[in-house]
């Protein structure tokens, strides 16, 4: 879904999806951590939704005649056809990266 809208999204949306690549704080001993993994389980009705996001924010972004959800919809379609055991019920693992970054203000 991202790559999809990639085209049309600023700088610093990018910079939030490839997790501030160059973030650096003005503190010393600050940390970082990229190795954080954040685990939902999601319907596919609950997948549909993410995509209907991404229209919103194209929409709202001057980009209305994308029909980016259609394209989602279709991809999700064929990569479920792929799942002999898919059924109304089932629930997806989705995996996020993540990035945190901590620091202490010197005093």
């Known amino acids: 879904m991202h790559e999809s809208v990639i085209p049309y999204v600023g700088k610093e949306l990018l910079e939030v999806w490839q997790l501030y690549p160059d973030l650096a704080l003005p503190y010393p001993n600050w940390i970082r951590r990229d190795d954080l993994v954040v685990t939902q389980y999601m319907s ?13 924010f194209l929409i709202e972004n001057d980009h209305e ?31 996020y990266k993540t990035v945190v970054v901590m620091a202490h203000k010197p005093i």
């Open 44 to 56: 596919p009705e609950g997948i549909k939704g993410l995509g209907k996001l991404h229209r919103r």
């Open 65 to 95: 005649e994308i029909d980016i959800l259609s394209q989602i919809e279709q991809r999700m379609a064929a990569a479920l056809q792929e799942i002999r055991a898919y059924s109304d019920g089932n629930v997806f693992e989705m995996k």
